[in-house]
């Protein structure tokens, strides 16, 4: 691929070049890869079934980059995930054997049923691109992505995420069900062999980062900041909400906006952006009460009646 390819350019190639294997995803692409390309990482929270799984393969194989799958369990431990240092008698010293957190692309799989002292093993990863081990510092890869999937409706032998763990995620989608045009084109391309068996690359780990650079050019004017920030702001005064969102919240929507706005050949966000992204972005933020909770009242429905009550930058 020519590096010369703009942000919407790679866009477009990624949701052609994964859409051979998933079908009728590309709202969930786009958040995805605007995820992706600001650095952020991203909670599926969906039912068993829906291609979680086939879709972090498929974009780590069009990356051409290295991916691997930590499949959370209770039993598992933090050394697991980071690695440890294992005894070697030929030279009678201590060797660290890498986990599998060192690498590009990180599907952690059914995060909550790990123990919250091995999901907190993810924390130092996903937030500054290192884990500390043995109190040795070891950076991670200058891509690292993190997609942790958990199922919405199964509560047994799970651990729910912690408010520190969930603000990591700079967003949370589903992938949803498709119709069923699109599901009797999923049998058909599986008739016989799984399509995601011959998917190749369509760009490399260079260009990528080249593209994440170029997403970060994209003018946010003071008007939209201020925007961003009361979108936030507004959640932590709402009825209901025991914890608002954070400031990082406001960050991960004003970088994900950036994202969108250049998948859409724009070189300015506008405020469509920014309310297609706020929900994903910050319900899952919200500690909501829970007399709230048992009322039926729902995180995104309060993002929602925040965003069409705000005023908008003229």
Known sequence: ????????????????????????????????????????????????????????KALAQSINTRFRRIQFTPDLLPSDILGVS????????????????????????????????????????????????????????ELFFAIATENPVEFRGTYPLPEAQMDRFAMRFNLGYVSEEQEVEILTAQEKTHPIDSLGACITESELLLVRRAVTEVKVSPELK?????????SRGMP??????????????????????????????????????????????????QQARFSGVTAEGIVRDIVKKTPVPA
Do not use: W
Not at 40 to 56: F, I, S, W
Not at 98 to 125: K, M, Y
Not at 226 to 234: D, E, G, M
């Open 1 to 56: 691929m020519n590096k010369s390819l703009s942000p919407q350019e790679v866009y477009r190639t990624l949701v052609s070049h994964i859409g051979q294997v998933m079908r009728g995803q590309e709202a969930a692409m786009r958040k995805l890869f605007a995820a992706l390309l600001t650095g952020g990482h991203v909670l599926l929270e969906d039912y068993p079934g829906t291609g979680k799984t086939t879709l972090a």
């Open 86 to 141: 294992v005894y070697n008698q030929r030279d009678q010293e201590f060797h660290f054997q890498e986990g599998p957190v060192f690498t590009n692309i990180l599907l952690a799989d059914e995060i909550n049923r790990a123990s919250p002292r091995t999901q907190s093993a993810l924390l130092e990863a996903m937030a500054e691109g290192q884990v500390t081990v043995e109190g040795e510092r070891r950076p991670l890869p």
């Open 226 to 234: 201020h925007y961003i920030v009361k979108l936030a702001a507004s």
């Open 240 to 289: 209901g909400v025991q914890l608002g969102a954070s400031p990082r919240a406001s960050i991960s929507l004003m970088k994900a906006a950036q994202a969108v706005a250049a998948f859409d050949g724009g070189s300015f966000v506008t405020p469509d952006h920014i309310q297609e992204l706020a929900v994903p972005v910050i319900a899952h933020r919200l500690v909501m009460e």
